[in-house]
């Protein structure tokens, strides 16, 4: 056993009173005494995190003694694994939704811990009456499978398949598909680990948030910081309770706080304020809202180091606050004709573009093309994409650039290990060929399920998706794991192969997207569970064994439910559903397969077509990295601060910061950006203790109040149908060109924009 402390100072540390074996502990806990006091720097070959957002929330202890793999955690992990599969893709399927958070099963599954911890009878599989934060850990890493990522993206193949385009697909391909997409998500993942989980650097910040819930429910250490007496425990069930009742205000009571556009209240009718000063449809100049979900829209923003923060808020400022705002008011692209920040796609008379006029079954049908318009984007959503072909590009050169001996080291074994990884080299590792396994074994089932239900995706199909993550999954894995910035870009890299590939058939493009975009995204998700393992000293093969069951049983869940579903709720997936069980995800699905896979990027980015400008973009997204790395290297120690500016400045940040816009506004990237510089700027520099203590129990408590105040909101108020009294402050945005998504300007009097004829 690691680092092991007496029975007394175990005793000294937890209220508890049952017995420990002499060199073991009752509980892994942050010597929070020791951590609020350093002000200095460690090494990683010391016995502390040389990152002190890691130190603060994650213990610097094991005692491999303390059981995991016991009766309590598998009956709590396959209970939420299912409730939440099926609630949370129950309500996928709706709009406006729900979506229970991991916070909430995190927070739900203490209690019942220690329940069942109590009133279980002692044996092998409840070997004590301590529900341990092992235990818990593994409990929210299966929960995390159904709760933390809501629906899985390839149950929206199910939905678009059944019921837009009618192909009545068997039951047994829905689940393949899901299944396949989930596991080789995990596969590549667990292979993917020597580069992305075991370094030090990747820390994964959004993980540290679960860490500081966990590590504030199982110790009850405290210790002073910048005078604040208060233990995280209690700090965290105030903020919480507080964050639950506010959320009332913006949420249902007072809507305008969280659209808080007071300078548009004053104009209304004045287009370029609305557009300027916006939040539903504008760049919001003015970066202030009362709404907790509003600024946390992307990410958590106490979560992201300010570094990184500035670099996605600089890219924000400079692609939407200038070059799309100019492309705008210049009419680039007849965007003037346009909502500025929407996600729709439009005809040439600014109505959502009809694609039952342009399909004949499942292909398209190139004379009513011809005859009805191209389709057309707003401004920021047409320059997005160029953003995300940089991104693509930029992330393959930055990561070569910048973290090549990193890369080399892991490959090669001699990555030198801080703390937590010393510790972990007390348990056997997972064999990499498990993990190659399963995606051997999954490879073939996926090759089989094109093959048999006819989907129209080659063979090499399958190779070509499997290519994409194998080439992103690791360079994704490092940005995201150091910035807690998602990087994944892919399904604009999978649209456009695919879109070129497999023109006029939509099936084929929606498995072949899914089989790479989803893959990364998935394996993402699931590297970060295995960091908060890590983190927490899990057992790799208990963590294996547990990820791996949830993994399949959350996709049986969600398939299940979305063919009962699909089967049994009456109008499910039309516009007009009594229920609003509209099938969101789905109907994006479909009009996305039909735009890329119908209509194709070749009619609308090839050379001399309308958006083929952007494609500049890759060459752009590879040359930026390049050049500032060669300019650091070439910058002598002297010009200190320059030389930091050039290795801080980050361009996968700066190009794919703003991955979510549309639909995520100007308000989801300044107001996010004003929390990171108070808290995780002047706060951590000025008041470091209390950020340290405080910090990331904070980021947990708003984030847990939040969901509760919302699924309290929705599930006794918004489904049973009840309203909130119409009145000034929830209709005031409303009423202004910015919340009625006005363009610049209007119709041309022929009632159209663009070429009268001539698209092909």
Known sequence: MSRRSSKKEAEASSPIT????????????????????EKEEFDIAGEH??????????PEVDDPALPVNTLRMWLLGIVFTMLGSGINQFFSLRYPGVHIVALVAELLAYPIGVFLAKVLPICFLNPDRTFN??????????????????????????????AFYNFNIPAGFSVLVVLCCQLLGYGVAGLAAPWIIRPASIIWPGVLSNCALLSTLHSRANAVANGWKISRLRFFMLVMTCAFIWYFFPGLIFTGLSTFTWICWIAPKNIVVNQLFGMVSGVALFPLTFDWSLVAYNTNPLLSPFWAALNVFAGFVIFFWIVVIAINYTGTWYTQYLPLMSADVYDNTASLYNVSKVMDGNVLDVGAYKNYSPPYLGAAFSFVYGLSFASITCVLVHVYLWHWDEIVDALRGTLQLDIHARLMKS???VPWYWFAGIIVVIMALSIAMVEHYHTHLPVYGVFLALVIPAVYMIPCGMIEGVTNVNANQLNVLSEFIGGYMFTGKPLANMVFKILSTDVVGQGLLFAQDMKLAHYLKVPPRTLFYAQGFATILGALTQTGVTLWMLGNVSDICDQEQSNGFSCPNGRTTFSSSVIWGAIGPGRLYSAGKIYSSLLHFFWIGALMPLIFWLAWK??????????????FTNWPLIFVGTYNVPPATGINYSSWFLVNYIFNRLIFRRKFAWWIKYNYVLAAALDTGLAISGIIIFFCITYPGAQFPDWWG??????TYDGLMTPWKTLPEQGFFG??????
């Not at 049952?18 to 006091?37: A, C, F, K, T, W």
């Not at 995190?49 to 994650?58: D, F, W």
């Open 18 to 37: 049952y017995p420990v074996e002499e060199g073991h502990l009752r509980e892994l806990e942050v010597d929070i005494s020791n951590v609020v006091d």
């Open 49 to 58: 995190s040389p990152y002190a957002e890691v130190r603060a929330v994650v």
């Open 133 to 162: 934060i092992k235990e818990h850990a593994v409990v929210t890493i299966m929960s995390n499978v159904s709760f933390g990522y809501n629906s899985a993206d390839s149950t929206s193949i199910i939905q678009a398949a059944n």
């Open 427 to 429: 348990y056997k590792k």
């Open 634 to 647: 070439r910058c002598p120690e002297s010009w200190g601060k320059l030389k930091t500016f050039l290795k």
């Open 730 to 735: 929830n209709t005031v945005w409303q009423n």
């Open 755 to 760: 070429p009268k004829s001539g698209w092909s």
